[in-house]
């Protein structure tokens, strides 16, 4: 089985398919080839949306492959609509491998729903932290699994969070992909078991499509680095046993949600949990190892700056229409919880950089990625502030209210946060020189990266 055969097969995907896209094509197959592939309904989202999940296959062993953990991840969605279409047509692979293939292409559909302004373009940052969208943990499809730690206990799951709990309890996989992405950086990984002896594969995957390794802060504090770029799978536990060791803080009070797919699956098999994080958007300097001209300690302090004055901006602005906002809004949940946490993650991170490697200089990668990379994302939730005034406006003129007052404030609410978001995304295309990654691209990434972990658990085992 050549793998660089396979995936030169992925085709140039100019967007991303919609959740009523990715359903057609899921039924579409099935129809083609009854004999490979069959379909049955894993779940239901909360507003009723069918989760299909496909199986493709009659090996001894089970992977199961999901996408859309987050609803503003789409990469995955592509790569499986590549995967699961050559694994069906192509004998050969579908036999080299003795699994059979479990493929669910959206987890959280009526959250997709809420990001399909930006899958068929423009991609640049404006277009996309406009019509953005992310919940809050607590109604994350990937954090809302059981658990009980210490003083935390989350047995909640939502629907979305059932229907993969559904497949894992059915199937106990040996392989699991959870298909996620970023949005500015570089390649990164996230593995459950120490395969030292792919690293390198893992990390060439990327590199020979000319897409380069993320190499600044890690994207959490608590992250355990494997290898250069390739961390240990993160658990909420790792989280909760951060917060207690940095902060006066109790982290069950901190921690709004549950555990991971991962955590979950563990409880039924000796699961290989697999992610590849890549991004849309990308600056060189997230490779750079050059010196910049500040300690990583004051990079980071910076950092902490920059985020506790824009979501202190953030909180002032909802302030004003909190009175408004109802509860099935869905777009102040993630912006509410990141300014609750503000203050504690603050004092975590600061707290952390005292240690002593963090007074030596940092990279470029470092300082770019705390000092311009961390606006980015910032202004992810500044576009939720203004979709979240217009979600109230928009219920007023459906029930054909008269509240002048209400509308009125909506609406200024909605003109700021946007002006805020114009400001953000000029500072970020002044100081940034980045480019849009082909879609083509990551999907190859992530379909070799997924094929290396899949066949090298097979034969561990």
Same mark, same amino acid.
């Given at each position: 089985?050549?793998?660089?055969?396979? &995936?030169?097969?992925?085709?140039?995907?100019?967007? *991303?398919?919609?959740?009523?896209?990715?359903?057609?094509?899921?039924?579409?197959?099935?129809? @083609?080839?009854?004999?490979?592939?069959?379909?049955?309904?894993?779940?239901?989202?909360?507003?009723?949306?069918?989760?299909?999940?496909?199986?493709?296959?009659?090996?001894?062993?089970?992977?199961?492959?999901?996408?859309?953990?987050?609803?503003?991840?789409? &990469?995955?969605?592509?790569? &499986?609509? *590549?995967?699961?279409?050559?694994?069906?047509?192509?004998?050969?692979?579908?036999?080299?491998?003795?699994?059979?293939?479990?493929?669910?292409?959206?987890?959280?559909?009526?959250?997709?729903?809420?990001?399909?302004?930006?899958?068929?373009?423009?991609?640049?940052?404006?277009?996309?932290?406009?019509? *953005?969208?992310?919940?809050?943990?607590?109604?994350?499809?990937?954090?809302?699994?059981?658990?009980?730690?210490?003083?935390?206990?989350?047995?909640?799951?939502?629907?979305?969070?059932?229907?993969?709990?559904?497949? &894992?309890?059915?199937?106990?996989?040996?392989?699991?992909?959870? !298909?996620?992405?970023?949005?500015?950086?570089?390649?990164?990984?996230?593995?459950?078991?120490?395969?030292?002896?792919?690293?390198?594969? !893992?990390?060439?995957? #990327? @590199?020979?499509?000319?897409?380069?390794? =993320?190499?600044?802060?890690?994207?959490?504090?608590?992250?355990?680095?494997?290898?250069?770029?390739?961390?240990?799978?993160?658990?909420?536990?790792?989280?909760?046993?951060?917060?207690?060791?940095?902060?006066?803080?109790?982290?069950?009070?901190?921690?709004?949600?549950?555990?991971?797919?991962?955590?979950?699956?563990?409880?039924?098999?000796?699961?290989?949990?697999?992610?590849?994080?890549?991004?849309?958007?990308?600056?060189?300097?997230?490779?750079? !190892?050059?010196?910049?001209?500040?300690?990583?300690?004051?990079?980071? =302090?910076?950092?902490?700056?920059?985020?506790?004055?824009?979501?202190?901006?953030?909180?002032?602005?909802?302030?004003?229409?909190?009175?408004?906002?109802?509860?099935?809004?869905?777009?102040?949940? !993630?912006?509410?919880?990141?300014?609750?946490?503000?203050?504690?993650?603050?004092?975590?991170?600061?707290?952390? #950089?005292?240690?002593?490697?963090?007074?030596?200089?940092?990279?470029?990668?470092?300082? *770019?990625?705390?000092?311009?990379?961390?606006?980015?994302?910032?202004?992810?939730?500044?576009?939720?502030? #203004?979709?979240?005034?217009?979600?109230?406006?928009?219920?007023?003129?459906?029930?054909?209210?008269?509240?002048?007052?209400?509308?009125?404030?909506?609406?200024?609410? @909605?003109?700021?946060?946007?002006?805020?978001?114009?400001?953000?995304?000029?500072?970020?295309?002044? =100081?940034?020189?980045?480019?849009?990654?082909?879609?083509?691209?990551?999907?190859?990434?992530?379909?070799?990266?997924?094929?290396?972990?899949?066949?090298?658990?097979?034969?561990?085992?």
């Amino acid at each position: 089985m050549n793998i660089d055969k396979i &995936i030169e097969k992925v085709p140039n995907y100019t967007s *991303f398919l919609t959740v009523d896209e990715l359903d057609a094509s899921t039924l579409q197959l099935a129809k @083609e080839y009854p004999e490979v592939v069959s379909v049955f309904e894993a779940g239901k989202s909360r507003k009723g949306h069918s989760i299909l999940c496909s199986k493709v296959g009659t090996g001894s062993k089970n992977a199961l492959f999901f996408a859309f953990p987050h609803p503003n991840e789409p &990469i995955g969605a592509m790569t &499986i609509e *590549f995967l699961e279409r050559e694994l069906v047509e192509n004998k050969e692979l579908r036999e080299s491998f003795d699994y059979t293939w479990y493929f669910i292409k959206c987890v959280d559909p009526d959250g997709t729903k809420l990001n399909e302004n930006w899958f068929k373009g423009p991609f640049n940052i404006y277009n996309y932290s406009r019509n *953005f969208f992310r919940p809050g943990s607590i109604e994350q499809v990937e954090w809302t699994f059981p658990i009980s730690y210490k003083n935390l206990t989350f047995d909640t799951p939502m629907p979305e969070t059932r229907a993969i709990m559904n497949v &894992i309890e059915q199937v106990k996989p040996e392989f699991m992909y959870s !298909l996620h992405n970023a949005g500015f950086g570089g390649a990164y990984w996230y593995i459950s078991h120490s395969y030292a002896d792919i690293y390198d594969d !893992l990390r060439k995957s #990327a @590199e020979k499509q000319g897409v380069a390794l =993320h190499l600044g802060e890690p994207e959490s504090p608590s992250a355990v680095e494997f290898s250069q770029s390739i961390y240990k799978m993160l658990g909420i536990e790792d989280e909760y046993d951060f917060i207690e060791k940095y902060t006066d803080a109790a982290p069950e009070e901190e921690i709004m949600c549950g555990s991971s797919s991962a955590s979950y699956a563990e409880r039924f098999n000796d699961c290989v949990t697999f992610l590849t994080e890549l991004p849309y958007f990308f600056d060189k300097r997230i490779q750079d !190892l050059s010196p910049s001209t500040m300690t990583r300690r004051e990079a980071i =302090h910076e950092s902490v700056n920059i985020s506790s004055d824009m979501f202190e901006k953030m909180d002032g602005l909802l302030e004003n229409i909190r009175s408004y906002i109802s509860d099935d809004n869905p777009f102040p949940l !993630l912006v509410d919880q990141m300014i609750d946490s503000m203050g504690a993650q603050a004092e975590a991170k600061k707290k952390w #950089a005292e240690q002593e490697e963090f007074a030596e200089i940092a990279t470029i990668s470092e300082e *770019f990625d705390n000092l311009v990379v961390s606006r980015f994302y910032h202004g992810l939730c500044v576009g939720m502030v #203004a979709r979240c005034a217009r979600f109230e406006m928009d219920r007023i003129k459906e029930q054909g209210l008269k509240n002048d007052a209400a509308v009125e404030q909506l609406l200024a609410v @909605e003109e700021q946060a946007v002006q805020m978001l114009k400001e953000n995304s000029d500072y970020l295309e002044k =100081h940034m020189d980045y480019e849009v990654i082909p879609i083509q691209t990551l999907v190859k990434i992530q379909v070799e990266c997924g094929l290396i972990v899949a066949k090298h658990r097979a034969e561990k085992e």
